[in-house]
């Protein structure tokens, strides 16, 4: 079982559609997750930090963890073209800082 | 403040040969991790940098070595190249403090092609 397992996709959503994505890891000690977007070409960039169970939004983007189930997901409200991206969780085993990555979602958004 | 910049942005190489990435963190920063990012995945941890020492290190091989300088500054070396070496490098620097590390901040990476 890899550490962080996200569906590489495509995940296909019409323009102003809620966008899904979703992610589970195997350390139940995990502390620390992450959402990160990049795009073709680029560099990983944050969008969301999450440390405990429950919801955290910010503007669009809300971010779910839930620990039991060992389980983190991202939602995109009224997605646009422009979040058409990869968008790769990340999570701090416990004990440690240093974030592993899952091979992340790829996001269309189309018109 | 500025960002975290490397060089070179590009580059090919030959199988046997050696190479140097270089990272400057971002202000204010005194980690440096770096990723190894091969096509249609995701970062794959190689090892980080606190204090100008190892503070940690990903399943890689010895001939995958580091650096970081007093200004917090870093290099990638990486040694008898493969063909499998071919992918993005990339550097992230972030905040050790008493709480812990916070999140990481991406340079813009390193494309090495292996031929």
Same mark, same amino acid.
């Given at each position: 079982?890899? *550490?962080? *397992?996200?569906?590489?996709?495509?995940?296909?959503?019409? *323009?102003?559609?809620?966008?899904?994505?979703?992610?589970?890891?195997?350390?139940?000690?995990?502390?620390?997750?992450?959402?990160?977007?990049?795009?073709?070409?680029?560099?990983? *960039?944050?969008?969301?930090?999450?440390?405990?169970?429950?919801?955290?939004?910010?503007?669009?983007?809300?971010?779910?963890?839930?620990?039991?189930?060992?389980?983190?997901?991202?939602?995109?409200?009224?997605?646009?073209?422009?979040?058409?991206?990869?968008?790769?969780?990340?999570?701090?085993?416990?004990?440690?800082?240093?974030?592993?990555?899952?091979?992340?979602?790829?996001?269309?958004?189309?018109? | 403040?500025?960002?975290?910049?490397?060089?070179?942005?590009?580059?090919?190489?030959?199988?046997?040969?050696?190479?140097?990435?270089?990272?400057?963190?971002?202000?204010?920063?005194?980690?440096?991790?770096?990723?190894? %990012?091969?096509?249609? %995945?995701?970062?794959?941890?190689?090892?980080?940098?606190?204090?100008?020492?190892?503070?940690?290190?990903?399943?890689?091989?010895?001939?995958?070595?580091?650096?970081?300088?007093?200004?917090?500054?870093?290099?990638?070396?990486?040694?008898?190249?493969?063909?499998?070496?071919?992918?993005?490098?990339?550097?992230?620097?972030?905040?050790?403090?008493?709480?812990?590390?916070?999140?990481?901040?991406?340079?813009?990476?390193?494309?090495?092609?292996?031929?």
């Amino acid at each position: 079982q890899k *550490e962080v *397992e996200q569906n590489s996709g495509p995940l296909s959503v019409p *323009e102003g559609a809620i966008a899904s994505l979703n992610c589970t890891y195997s350390d139940r000690g995990s502390q620390s997750f992450f959402w990160y977007r990049q795009y073709s070409g680029k560099s990983p *960039e944050l969008i969301m930090s999450i440390y405990s169970n429950g919801d955290k939004e910010d503007g669009r983007f809300t971010a779910q963890l839930n620990k039991a189930s060992q389980y983190v997901s991202l939602l995109i409200r009224d997605s646009q073209p422009s979040d058409s991206a990869t968008y790769l969780c990340a999570v701090n085993r416990g004990g440690s800082y240093i974030p592993t990555f899952g091979r992340g979602t790829s996001l269309i958004v189309h018109p | 403040e500025t960002g975290v910049t490397q060089s070179p942005t590009h580059l090919i190489k030959t199988r046997g040969q050696q190479v140097t990435l270089r990272c400057s963190s971002q202000s204010g920063h005194n980690t440096v991790s770096w990723y190894q %990012q091969a096509l249609g %995945q995701g970062p794959q941890f190689i090892f980080q940098y606190y204090r100008e020492e190892e503070n940690g290190r990903g399943n890689f091989p010895p001939r995958f070595s580091g650096l970081q300088f007093p200004n917090y500054s870093s290099e990638l070396n990486v040694n008898a190249l493969e063909l499998d070496d071919s992918a993005l490098y990339l550097c992230a620097s972030s905040f050790w403090g008493a709480s812990g590390a916070n999140v990481l901040t991406f340079g813009a990476g390193s494309r090495l092609t292996v031929l």
